[in-house]
């Protein structure tokens, strides 16, 4: 079983040292945000209080479509959760064992489900977690993210120790400034905390683009900056804004009803 190696870039480890209810982590596309999000599925399995020597967690990782799921969400997990054993039924179960230097034994177990439908939210109804990974949380319903408050927290039972750490993880790119996350970020309930990632590229004054110092991820990427520089060419200062400078934005598809 090879061990991955895995650095955190610095919004990610405010990230990570946050005990927040909620914890959301924007920004730009290609900067290692759901790679966070599996570590710390995998730092909170191990930080667990043992119960007769095993550290068990239980989390849903929640994607608004299957395909996306299976393709993209279920594939990080794999890719950064060494030795993990998963079985597509009716849910899709990873379970990642691990024995630990201090003599303890790490389960932690994922659901993957995903909500297409509005009444898909009753997938949740019913489980009993530790934690939730919602997953581009900016493509998921608020229905989606109040059903996954209430399921934390419940697992393992207080007859086997309770949990030593509980709530939600969401990673998303920057949402149109009308989503239910804009609203929340702007008024931050207690307990909720927001990690906003630096823009891959900077807009110059002359309308051009150049690489972000500051930028996250960038050292994972072959083609470097290259990668984010050449998906500029095409797109409008909206799309820009929102997927490549990591701000909120207002991408809509189709034509507006009333233009102005």
């Known amino acids: 079983m090879a061990d ?5 870039a610095p919004t990610a480890s405010r ?3 946050s005990t927040a209810f909620v914890r959301v982590l924007r920004g730009p596309i290609g900067t290692g945000k759901s790679v966070t999000c599996c570590m710390e599925l995998i730092r909170r399995g191990r930080e667990q209080a043992p119960f007769e020597g095993v550290r068990r967690t239980r989390w849903a990782a929640i994607r608004n479509t299957y395909p996306e799921l299976t393709s993209t969400t279920i594939k990080t997990w794999e890719d ?3 030795g993990a054993v998963t079985v597509f039924g009716a849910p899709i179960t990873s379970v990642m064992t691990r024995a630990l230097p201090d003599g303890t034994t790490m389960e932690i177990e994922v659901l993957f ?3 297409d439908r509005p009444q898909d939210v009753k997938k ?10 919602l997953n581009e949380g900016s493509e998921l319903a608020k229905a989606v993210f109040d059903m996954a408050t209430g399921r934390v927290g419940r697992f ?7 949990s030593t750490w509980s709530g939600v993880i969401l990673d998303t790119n920057s949402p149109d400034d009308d989503h239910w996350l804009y609203a929340i970020e702007s008024d931050p309930p207690k307990g909720y905390e927001f990690f906003a990632q630096p823009g891959a590229l900077l807009k110059m004054p002359d309308g051009t683009y150049a690489p972000n110092p500051a930028a996250e991820n960038v050292q994972n990427h072959q083609l470097g900056y290259e990668y984010w520089l050449r998906q500029i060419p ?3 200062d909206q799309w820009i804004k929102v997927f490549i400078l990591g701000q909120y934005g207002s ?6 009803v009333y233009p102005e």
């Open 124 to 133: 949740l109804k019913s489980l009993d977690l530790t934690g939730v990974w």
């Open 113 to 115: 489900l995903s909500v």
């Open 156 to 162: 393992p039972g207080m007859a086997h120790g309770g």
């Open 4 to 8: 991955v190696v895995y650095k955190a």
């Open 80 to 82: 950064w959760a060494p």
């Open 251 to 256: 991408v809509h598809d189709g034509k507006p």
């Open 234 to 236: 095409g797109k409008d």
């Open 15 to 17: 990230f990570h040292r």
